[in-house]
């Protein structure tokens, strides 16, 4: 029987830092080296289909599991000699990046835990023709690692589901070169905001500098946060957003991603919170 074997890319936290007033150089983070695996062909999941994040098994989807499978698609571009990682990521990931906002339903998917899990044939698939891509999206815990969950994410930022998986951190994102992803319903500083995804540009183009992103940035997110918190007036809370690098920018991260950032930690949420107390 044919066999397919894969490799899986994670993609968990890849921006790195150019915030509202405060400019940090650095590099996309790519996520732990891939792992291999295989499976037989006929096993090879199908778009709606959960498994888990390291095996290609098909689980049922109101059973518990850690990936659904968003879509199935083939390498293109590449040479008949076994890429480097860069390379397969920046085939794969693009379009598996464009599969989550259409899988879940909105534009919003950076601002939440909701990330792409990406497999592609390892070397000796490859050697063997295989050039398929699969496309999963998975949940992830504060401790960067993907959550077992039960039910489907199709859809489900279309709907109410953004503050089930609200990205809130406990470092600042204006100022710090990486930041740590809380529980919302813990002490945090800063909470990722609705229609605050800012387009940057095509992955295929070139990289805009610092100065560019910050400036077609800016009002958006400062429009994204003020409408979130109900107020424009507040000095404790401000407008911060953080802008992909170079590595990130090749693998489809174009987005800025707007954050209300407050000037202390805090618990319970800032949205609608208006003139009130940061809440305790």
Known sequence: MTRVRLAVAIVLSSWALSACAIQVGGQAVP???????????????????CMNAYELTVLQCTDSHEAEVMSVGELTGLPTVYPDNQALRKAALPPCRQALT????????DSTRLRVWAFWPNEQGWKDGQRWRLCTVVEISPDEKPLARKGSVKGILGGNG?????????????????????ACNTAHLAEAVPAGVVSLGKSTDPAPSTEQMNAIAKSKCTKAVHDYLGSSKRSDVFPAWRNPGSQ????????AVCYAEA??????????????PLPN
């Open 102 to 109: 259409d899988y879940l339903g909105s534009g919003d998917a």
């Open 31 to 49: 996520g732990p080296l891939p792992s291999t695996a295989s499976a037989s062909a006929p096993a090879l999941p199908k778009a709606g289909q």
């Open 162 to 182: 953004f503050t089930t998986f609200q990205t809130c951190t406990q470092g600042s994102p204006s100022k710090d070169q990486e930041v740590k992803v809380v």
């Open 248 to 255: 990130a920018w090749s693998e489809g991260w174009t987005n």
């Open 263 to 276: 000037n202390k930690a805090f618990n319970g949420t800032l949205f609608g919170i208006r003139d009130n």
